[in-house]
C-alpha cells in the first residue's frame, strides 16, 4: 500500500529560518513514513500559489504551508480545499476560512519581548534603531508593530532610525554603519531577523562601540547563538524552527488520522541572552 | 558574421520558441502522467493568464526599441488603487483606477524617455522603485481591501466562462485585437518602423516621438489591467506583488524572437514564450524537483529554448 | 517668375568648431533643376538638412512658395511639400520592400471605419514606383535582403511616389548602374515638366552638366559661383569649386595615369584555388576591374574573397594556399576590403583616429612599449595619411560622424593604406567624393598598383572602370563571362555584351 | 533628432554624472553636518568599493554591446567558494578560486553569446538563476566559513593601509591599470569598435567574437574578485549576497555616460555612478528618510542624474 505523500511551501528557501524548519519536516515525515513533496516560492506570492495548485494536481494529502501573506495567497486554500486536501498554516498564518489549521508564533508579542527586553537592557532611555524585515512582509510588520507600540511606553526611549531591507547580512552592516553615523548615541539596534543582526553586530565592532550599543537579532539561529556567546550580539529571540517543522507534521498527521486539533497551535518562543546561552548552544 | 543576418534569422527560425515550448511539453508529459490532466492545463493557462498581458504590453515597447523594468512595481500600484477604489466607490471604478494607473506610469516614462532622450533602462528603473515607494506609501504596506471587495470581482479571479477562467479570457481577446493593430494599421508600422531604424521613421515623417511615448503607455496600461487581474486573484491588493515580474516578462517576449534592438518581435510568439516559463515551473513542481536544482534547471532550459532559435537560424 | 518653389535666405550653420554654411542664399523654382555642386565637406549636404527639416538654421529663413516656414522637423519640410532623398540610405531592415516604399504614407483604406493598411494597394504602389526605374523586387521581401545598390533604388522610388513642390536628391546616383541612372533622368524630367521644382546634389559633373537648368557652387559653406544653362561645363565647375586649384584639375582628363611598366614581369598574387565559374587571378601592379549590371552578383565576388560571402574562400596568395572563412583571414593574407556602404566602413562613434588604425592595431602594438599602442608612431601615420588623401576637417579626434561623406568615405580608404595590405577589393572606392579627391583617389591606386599591389575593383561607373583598369572583368548572373584586356582603350561594344547590358 | 547625437555627447556633455554627485554631495551636506565626516566618507568609500569592482566589469560589457543580469548570482558563488576553499586550503587558494568561479561564469556567458550568438539578456539571466541555483546547492543556503575564516582575510575585510581601507585600495588601483588598458591597448580599442559597430569591426578583421567573450571574462572575473572582497567583509560566504547588484551596477555604468547601445563607456565615470547610488542611499539614511520615501527619492534622483547629462548635451 502506497506511502502518504504531504506537500510542503514554504515562504522562502533562501532563509537559514525555513532550511532548518524543512530540515525538522522531513526529519518527523521520515519517522511516521510520509514523502515529502516541496514546492518553491521564495516570497512571490503567484509562485506559491501555483505551487500549491501544482502540490494539489500532484495529488498529495495534506499541505504544510508557510503563507507568504495573510490574504495573498487564499487561492492557495481555496485550490487544497476544492480538491478536499486539508492545508495546514505553518509560522505565518492566512485569513482564509480555507485553512485547517495554523500552527503559529505570536507575533506581536514577541515584538513586545524584545522591546521590554531591549528597554530593560539600556536602562530604559536613548536612541534605538530599527532594522525592519522586507516591507509588506506581514510578520515583519506584526514584530515591528509589537517592538513600537512597547517602546511609546517608555518616553525616555526614542526611535531614532528605521529602514526596511532584504535579510542581509550586508545590508546589516550598512544600515547599521549609517545608523551610527547619523546617531553617534545609539544604545541598541532592533534587526528583523539573525542575519541582519549579524552584520548590524559586525558594524557596531568594527566602529568601536561594542560597549555602548547593543544588537537584538531574531529566529535563533547557530551563527548568532555564537555571536551571544561572544558578546557580539545582545540577544536574540529562539523559534527552533526545528522544533516547529516537527510540530507541523504532527498536528497534519493527527489531523489526517481524523482526532480533533485545535484550530491555532502555538510554538513556544524563547528570549535568549548571555544568561541562558549556554544551555541553548548546540552540543559540540 | 554575416552581410544581412537578420535574413538568415527571417527565412530559417522564427518558431524555435514554438519547438521549444512543445518539446519541454513533450518531455514533462512523458516524465509524469499529472502533467496532461485537464486540470494541470487549466493551472497552466491561469498561470499564464497575468503575465501573457505584462508581455503583450513589454513586446509594444520592445518592438519599439525600447525596455520597460517598471511592470512590476506599477502592477502593485494598479493592484492596490483598484482594490482601494473598488471597495469606495464599486467594481467598475476601481478596475479603471487601476488601469489608468498603469497608463499614468506608461505616460511618465514615455514621455521622460521620448522627449527628455533620457535612456529607457535608468527612466524605467527609476519609476521601478519609486513606483514601489508610492505603493507603500499608499498602502503602509499592508494589502489592502481584504474581505471587501465586491463578489463580482473575486468571482472574476476564480469563475470561468464555458468552461475558461476569465483571467484567460482576457489575454486571448487581446492578443486577437492588439494583433490585428500592430499588423494591419499604420499605427503599428509605425512602431516596427521607428524600432527598426528609428532615423529612417523620423525621415520619413513618422512622429517618433510620439509613437515611442505611445509603446511605453501601452505597456504601462497593460500592466495596470495585469495589476486588476492579479488583485482579483489574490483577492486583494498586494504592495508587494509584482516583483521580477519586468525579468520574467522581457524573457518571455525575447524568447519569443523579439530583438533589443527593437524592430522585430510578434504578440503571440511573446505568449509562447510565457509559456515556456510557466510550464518549466510547472513541470519542475510536478517533478518535485528540488527548489535548488529547479534554479539550475530553469538557467539551463531559458539558455536553451533561445539557443533553439539561433542553431536552427545556422544552416 | 514668380514665386520660387522653395528658397533660403543667408542661411548659417555651426557645428562645433566647423561653420558649416556661412549666410547661403539659395532658390529653386518650379520646373526647374538646379544643382548643387561642391567639394567634399563644402556644405551641401548640410543645405540639404536644413531645407528638408532635419537640422534647424542658426540664422537665415526658408521660403516655400514665397512664404517664410520655420521646419521643426522632417515632418513639416514633407507637409510643406519638400521631399528629400538623403545622402546617407535610410531604410528599415526588417520591413519589406513595400512597406520601406510606403513608410510615412501607406495606402490606407478603411475597416469598419478604422483606417487600416492597404496590403494590395501598396504592393502596387510598390511594383508602379520601382517599375518606372526598371527595377522589379519581389515587394515583400525584406530591404536587408537587397544589395546595396538595390537599396538605393528603394530609397529613391519612396521620395518620388511623395507627391511634392521640392524634391531633394543628395548624390542619389553614387553606387548606381548607367542604366538605373537614365531611368531616374527620364522620371525626373517628367515630374520637371509637371512643375516639380528639383534640387540635385552630385559630384558627377557631366550628369550635372546634362541635366541641370542652373548650377551652385559651394565652397567652404559660401556660395562660390551661380550659372545658368550652357554657361558653364565641367572645367567651369570645378574651376569654382577649388577655387581654380590648376593641381586638382589635372588627372581629370580621360588620358590614363601613367601605364604601369613590366607588364611582362607581373607575379600572380592572388588567384582562386580551385577553377570556377567566378575565378578570380589578380597579378602585382595590376588593377583588375569588375563590370556587372545591378545584382549581377560582382560585390558578391568581392565579399566571397574577403571571407564574407557565405561559404569559406580557398585562394593562392604569393602561391601559399589559404582558407579564408573571415575577414581576420583575409587581412592576415594582406587583403582590405572598402565596403560599398559606408557604414560597413566606419565605425561613426569612434574617432577618425581609431577608424583609420583599426585594422592596424596588432603591428602597431609592436612598438617601444610593446603591449601599449606606439602613440608617436600611430599619431604620424595618421597624419601622413589624413594629408595624403586630403581629409577635412584634419582634426583626427572627431568622431566619423562629425565627417561629410566623401571624407567618411577617404577615411575608409585609408584604413587599408595604414595597413599596407598587398591586396586591395574596392567597391565603389570613389562614391561620393568630389573630382578632385576622385582624381587623387585614382593616383593612389595606380601607386598602391605599381608598389607591386594588386586591385580588384567593383565599380558601377563604367567611365571610372576604363579609367583605372589594366583589364576588366565582366560579370554576369555571378560568374564571370569575360575578360576584357586593355589595349589603348577598351572595347566597350564587347563588354556591355559580356554583362548583358 | 540629430545626424550625429554621439558627437554632440562627445563633445558637450561628459561630466554629466560627476556634476549630479557633486550636487548630491552639496545638497546632503547642507541639510546634516554627519554627511562630511571622516567615519561617514570612509564609510561611503567602503560601501562602494565592492560594487565598483563590479560596475568596473560591467563597462567592459557594456562598451562591448553587451549586458550581465549573472554578476550578482557570481558575487554569491565566488564568495561561498572562496570562503569554503579558504577554510581548508588557506587565504590564497580561497581567494584564487574566488576569481576562478566569476572567471568560469563569465567564460560561460561569453562563449554562448559570442559563438551561439544567443542574446544577452536571455543568456545571463539564465546564467544569473543557475548560478544562485549553485550557490544553494553548495552551501545549503546557510552562509559558509563563519568563525573558520583566516585572520588575515578578516584583516584584508576590515584593515586599513596609509589610513584607507584594503578593500577601497583594490578598485583604485584596477581603475588605473584596466583605463589604461582600455585607451592605449589593441584590445581596448577593438571593445570599442566591437561595441560601436559590430559588423565595421568585423570587415577591418577585428576578431569581435573573442573580443565579445572576453569582456564577460572580465565582467565574470570582477564580480568573482568582488564576491571575495564581500566575504572578507562579511566575513562569510552569503549565499543570499550580490541580489540586485546587476540592476545597481549597470545603471551606474549608465549613469557614468555609456549607452547601452555600446561603443561608449568610460571606467572612472562608471565609478562616479557607483558613489552617485551610494552617496544617494548613505545620505537618505542619514537624513532619516522614511524608508518608502527613500524609494521615491532614488527613484527621482537616478532619473534626474540621466537627464542632466541629456539636458546639458541639448544645445
Ligand atoms: N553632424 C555634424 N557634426 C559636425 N560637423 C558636421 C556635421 N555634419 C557636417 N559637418 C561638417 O560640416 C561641413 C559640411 O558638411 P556637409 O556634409 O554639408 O558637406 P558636403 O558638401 O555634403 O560634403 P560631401 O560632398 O562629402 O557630402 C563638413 O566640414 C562637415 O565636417
Ligand atoms: N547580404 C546579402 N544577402 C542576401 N542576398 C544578397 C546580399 N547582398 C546581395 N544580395 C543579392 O545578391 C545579388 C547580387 O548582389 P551584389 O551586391 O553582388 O550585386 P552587385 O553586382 O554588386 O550589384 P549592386 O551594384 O546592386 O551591388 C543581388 O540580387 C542581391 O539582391
Ligand atoms: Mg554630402
Ligand atoms: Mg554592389
Known sequence: QEKTTIGVSLAQDDNPFYIVMLKGIRARAAELGFNVVTVSANEDKVKQINGVQDLVARGVKGILISPIDAVGVNAAYDAAKAANIPIVSIARGATSPNQTIHVAMDEKQIGRDIAEWTANAIGDEGKVAMLLGPSGAPTFRNLAEGYTETMAKHPKIQIAFRADGPLTRERGVKQAEDAMVANPDLKAIYCANDDVALGAAQAVEAAGRADKTIVTGMNGVPPALHAIKDGKMAMTVELNPFLWGRLGVDVLATYLKGDKVEPRVFIKHVLVDKTNIDQKLPKP | ?315 | MNAPAASARGLTKQFGPTLALDGVDFDVQPAEVHALVGENGAGKSTLVRLLSGVHQPDRGEIAVAGEIRRFSGPRDAIAAGIVTIPQELRLVPGLSVAENLTLGDPPLRRVAGIKTIDRAGMRKAARDELAQLDFAPDPDVRVDRLSFAERQLIAIARALRRQCRVLILDEPTAALETREIERLFAVLARMKSQGTAIIYVSHRLDEVVALADRATVLRDGRIAAMSRRGAFNVTDLVAAMTGGAAAAIEGLSASRVSQSPQLAAKTALLEDVADRPDAIGLRSGEVTGLAGLLGSGASQILRRIFGIGGEPSQMRRDGVARRIAAPVDAVRAGIGFVPGERRLGLVMSLAARHNILLPSLDRLARGRSRVGIDRAHADRLVAQLMELLDIRPRDARLPASAFSGGNQQKIILAKWLAREVGVLLLEEPTQGVDVAAKAQIHRLIRAFAERGGGVLLRCSDFAELTHVCDAILAVRHGRITDSVPRTDGFDERRLHAAIGG
Not at chain 2, 502522467?33 to 492545463?41: A, G, I, K, M, S
Not at chain 2, 506610469?105 to 522627449?115: C, K, T
Open chain 2, 1 to 315: 558574421m554575416n552581410m544581412s543576418p537578420r535574413l538568415k534569422r527571417f527565412t530559417l527560425s522564427g518558431q524555435g520558441a514554438l519547438i521549444a515550448l512543445v518539446i519541454l511539453c513533450l518531455v514533462t508529459a512523458l516524465l509524469t502522467h499529472r502533467f496532461l490532466t485537464p486540470l494541470n492545463l487549466s493551472n497552466i493557462l491561469v498561470q499564464s493568464s497575468i503575465m501573457a498581458v505584462i508581455a503583450v504590453g513589454m513586446t509594444f515597447v520592445i518592438i519599439g526599441g525600447g525596455f520597460d523594468l517598471s511592470v512590476g512595481s506599477t502592477v502593485a500600484l494598479a493592484g492596490c488603487f483598484a482594490a482601494m477604489t473598488m471597495v469606495q466607490f464599486g467594481l467598475f471604478a476601481g478596475v479603471a483606477a487601476g488601469i489608468a494607473t498603469g497608463i499614468t506610469v506608461g505616460l511618465i516614462n514615455g514621455v521622460i524617455i521620448a522627449y527628455l532622450g533620457v535612456n529607457p533602462f535608468i527612466t524605467t528603473l527609476g519609476t521601478m522603485v519609486l513606483v514601489r515607494g508610492v505603493v507603500y506609501l499608499v498602502t503602509g504596506g499592508a494589502p489592502v481591501g481584504d474581505e471587501q471587495l465586491p463578489a463580482a470581482f473575486l468571482a472574476f479571479g476564480s469563475g470561468r466562462f464555458l468552461g475558461i477562467h476569465y483571467l484567460v479570457w482576457v489575454p486571448a481577446i487581446l492578443l486577437v485585437i492588439l494583433s490585428w493593430i500592430m499588423a494591419a494599421t499604420p499605427y503599428g508600422r509605425r512602431v516596427y518602423a521607428t524600432g527598426g531604424n528609428r532615423e529612417a521613421a523620423y525621415l520619413s515623417g513618422v512622429p517618433v516621438g510620439r509613437v515611442i511615448a505611445s509603446t511605453y503607455v501601452w505597456c504601462g496600461g497593460l500592466a495596470g489591467l495585469a495589476g486588476v487581474m492579479l488583485a482579483a486573484r489574490l483577492q486583494s491588493g498586494q504592495p508587494t506583488a509584482g516583483e521580477f515580474y519586468e525579468l520574467t516578462a522581457i524573457a518571455a517576449v525575447v524568447l519569443g524572437g523579439a530583438s533589443l534592438q527593437g524592430g522585430e518581435g510578434t504578440l503571440y510568439k511573446s505568449i509562447i514564450g510565457v509559456f515556456i516559463m510557466v510550464v518549466l515551473g510547472n513541470s519542475l513542481n510536478l517533478l518535485n524537483v528540488d527548489s535548488y536544482w529547479q534554479r539550475v534547471a530553469i538557467g539551463v532550459v531559458i539558455i536553451a529554448a533561445a539557443a533553439t532559435d539561433r542553431l536552427r537560424s545556422r544552416h
